[in-house]
């Protein structure tokens, strides 16, 4: 089972506005059931005003879908369609004290339906999404657009990270070229990184990258590949890729990189990989 | 009530007896059973007895036709990796498409090294096509691998005609009868099955304790190299405690064996007809095919397997499913997928396995709490509309993008 927080638990067993609300005039559908997870968002708007004055949900789903939807309700309610279009996943799941990584794609959803329904409201066609890009994964139907915004509002790097977040590549697996290509399309947009390359490379950061040099071709050779990100006086950042992202192994690769460390540098650094940080975090 | 454990296909509660039998080889008769001396001495008997008590249950015709793995699945590994190592140019293996991934993820690996990997088809029910699986024997084959079994469905696998067909094309015939020891009559000296694995938590055994069965005369490869433990078949010192209370396990296995068929599956039946006709639109998961009598496999219709197991969790009842959301996979089990259940149906699944331990208050309880958890779920889903599945064709039909 999960390790769902309490607050999760309690939004599942209690969830708040699980309602068809009657007099809607903005509605957003998500999901779907060949995806096991799905979503309707019903919202009561002033069209005055531009105020959610009542919004209610239909989720088919886990328990964090169903934890996410009574969230989402909770935080839109009285917020003007501007205010609530700037709600972001993390915040629906930092309401909820957290959500699991592997499910963080239950938040998402909760924010793709409200966007679905306020481009309703607005009398925009729900496929103008797809104008920002091409339809990704087929068997959860993410499009390029969706991708985009759960990469830059997530921090996202990894395919893992990806999959977790928009379940693009979860079914069949066939597009994890398509999106391993969207996000590097992304990341290289992205100042972020520019910025951690602009790190001025002391030699310690030298000593570390020719490590890491030795060891990429036989991690390249079982089909994964390692990145550096990062050099502190006591810690090293890499970033994991390929076959490597999610491999079972991972901690024998990092332990293996920290055994060279200490062999060229004569000290202890202590290695992690971008995602085993965002894990932590997360949960 | 005390909690109701209905996840015994996943592992069974420790025998008490079980426990008494182990207890010993935890403290006092700590000797290794290869030493020469005093100490090694219990242990290296306590090794021998067992063999006998799970050659007994399996029906085997010799106590040397068992060695003692870790766990099931590194006694399948074994014998897949050992059939390829035996026999270096038949570079094919049979195989099904509902196995359990102990067995399809070496054969992946197989196939990324060249092999040609048959995965025989299964129906709607669960059933598999013994057409194709005819079809795909040759001497090209050097194994074919088939659980007795399924964990998640319980339909067991008609694996004695299937180890015979083999044969007759001179194939060796691997058997993953984990889900079925202890849960039916196995008698291996009766068929051609060359080679069988089980696990020792799936009868009321300690986890952490496996068994391999290697007919007498079957060409053998070992996959743990470096000990003469288990006459050089299986390198290691061997788990006495685990061993031990395996054997046990096996031997109050074989006695409780008749219970299976006329208490167990009568409470599970009772289970089943009593979910099917309170509750609309359920679905039993191979229920027209010979199951394991422990075990029923129930699809909800248009809600999801994890929501359906929290509630149940919340209510003290274990059980499990072939969500996708319990996983970690984002799709429903490959079991699922490979009998074709439908999407509306795949999503919301969940199997109960009974023991011997199992009672009929127990049963009953499940049956009063289940119906208003589903009618919760359903009331909260947008497929569902007061007591039937809302039509894509109703006006305001719930019809997301890409649906």
Request: aromatic share 6%.
């Amino acid at each position: 089972m999960w390790n769902y927080s309490e607050k999760v638990k309690d939004h599942f067993f209690h969830p708040r506005n699980a309602k068809v609300v009657e007099q809607a005039n903005a509605i957003g559908d998500v999901g779907s059931i060949s995806c096991g997870d799905a979503l309707r968002l019903m919202l009561r708007v002033d069209p005055a005003t531009e105020i959610i004055e009542e919004a209610g949900f239909q989720t088919f789903g886990c328990g964090s879908a169903i934890a996410s939807s009574s969230a989402l309700t909770e935080l839109i309610i009285g917020r003007t369609l501007t205010e609530a279009s700037q709600l972001t996943n993390k915040q629906i799941a930092d309401y909820l004290d957290g959500l699991p990584p592997e499910k963080m794609h239950c938040s998402v959803m909760g924010q793709e339906a409200l966007r679905a329904a306020i481009a309703q409201f607005r009398g925009e066609a729900p496929e103008a999404d797809h104008e920002e890009g091409a339809l990704i994964c087929k068997c959860f139907g993410v499009d390029e657009g969706h991708i985009r915004r759960a990469v830059l509002q997530n921090n996202l790097t990894t395919l893992e990270d990806v999959i977790n977040y928009t379940k693009a590549g979860g079914g069949c697996t066939s597009c994890h070229e398509k999106i391993e290509q969207t996000l590097g399309e992304i990341l290289s947009q992205q100042p972020v990184v520019a910025k951690a390359a602009e790190k001025p490379r002391d030699e310690n950061w030298l000593a570390v990258e020719e490590v890491i040099a030795g060891l990429r071709p036989h991690i390249q050779a079982d089909g994964g590949d390692m990145r550096l990100l990062d050099v502190t006086e006591k810690q090293v950042t890499v970033s994991l890729s390929g076959s490597c992202s999610g491999c079972m192994m991972t901690d024998m690769t990092l332990a293996w990189l920290q055994q060279k460390l200490i062999e060229r540098l004569g000290r202890f650094m202590h290695v992690v990989s971008d995602t085993a940080t965002t894990s932590t975090s997360a949960v | 009530m005390k909690p109701v454990y209905l996840d015994n296909n996943a592992t069974t509660r420790i025998d008490p007896m079980v426990l008494e039998a182990m207890m010993p080889f935890l403290s006092e008769h700590y000797g290794n059973p290869s030493s020469i001396h005093d100490f090694g001495r219990p242990a290296g008997i306590a090794l021998e007895r067992a063999r006998e008590q799970v050659a007994s249950l399996l029906g085997a015709r010799h106590d040397s036709e068992i060695i003692f793995t870790s766990c099931a699945t590194e006694a399948t590994s074994t014998a897949i990796l050992s059939a390829a190592e035996a026999y270096p140019e038949r570079r094919e293996i049979i195989t099904t498409v509902v196995e359990h991934p102990a067995t399809l993820q070496v054969c992946e690996r197989l196939e990324r090294q060249g092999y040609v990997i048959h995965r025989v088809p299964v129906n709607g029910e669960g059933a598999l096509d013994l057409g194709i699986y005819r079809a795909a024997l040759s001497d090209k084959v050097a194994l074919a691998t088939v659980m007795w079994a399924n964990n998640e469905t319980g339909v067991i696998n008609p694996v004695r005609e299937m180890a015979e067909l083999a044969h007759q094309a001179g194939v060796l015939f691997h058997c993953d009868g984990v889900q079925a020891v202890g849960k039916i009559p196995v008698s291996l000296a009766d068929t051609e099955i060359d080679m069988l694995s089980c696990s020792g938590h799936k009868f009321h055994g300690p986890k952490g304790v496996g068994a391999l069965y290697v007919r007498r005369g079957t060409r053998f490869r070992p996959l743990l190299r470096g000990g003469h433990q288990e006459r050089g078949r299986r390198a290691g010192t061997e788990n006495i405690a685990g061993i031990v209370g395996m054997g046990a396990a096996a031997e109050l296995a074989d006695i409780h064996l008749p219970l299976m068929a006329a208490q167990i599956a009568v409470l599970r039946d009772r289970l089943q007809h009593s979910i099917t006709s309170a509750i609309p639109y359920t679905l039993v998961m191979g229920g027209t095919q010979p199951r394991t009598p422990n075990t029923v496999n129930i699809a909800f219709e248009y809600i999801e397997g994890e929501a359906i197991l929290l509630l149940l969790n919340h209510c003290r009842i274990a059980a499990s499913s072939g969500s996708a959301c319990t996983s970690g996979s984002l799709e429903p089990s490959h079991v699922m997928r490979a009998m074709g259940i439908p999407y509306t149906a795949a999503h919301g699944t969940i199997r109960f396995s009974l023991s011997r331990y199992t009672r009929e208050k127990e049963i009953e309880y499940v049956i009063e709490q289940l119906p208003p958890m589903i009618a919760r779920l359903r009331a909260l889903s947008p497929y569902w509309q007061g007591d039937h599945p809302m039509m894509a064709a109703d006006a305001g039909g719930f019809v997301p993008p890409y649906g």
